[in-house]
């Protein structure tokens, strides 16, 4: 096996442990997905990066700092969803970060792939 096809059938490994969510539950899917991914995250592939940044993501709680640095790096290297999962992240604690975020994900392209209107970040008062 090639080291392409090792990282594909990590991904699809840890996709497959997602989808079955409902069956595994949140601690036993989060542990498959993680040892999936860890040695990808630690060879600093990105995308392995984005992908556990945003499940751990979704889980909120205990995960929210893991998921912050994962997404950053992802964000800080040029993946523009990973930047717009950060902001999302970011959106109820810290609304400028948010912004920061979601304009970074501007910058990328990636709010004018997703949005019907990818200018909507502008709107997020700091102030709320």
Known sequence: MTDSDDRAFRFLNARNAIDEFD????EAVLLKVRSELKSLVEE???EACEVLGTYLSVLRGDHVEEAVRLLSLAADSGRGAAAHNL???YFPLDKSLSRRA???AYELGTEQQICSDPLWWKRINSDD
């Open 102 to 104: 979601y304009e970074r």
């Open 23 to 26: 069956v595994l539950g949140e």
């Open 44 to 46: 600093g592939d990105m």
């Open 87 to 89: 902001g999302t992240l």
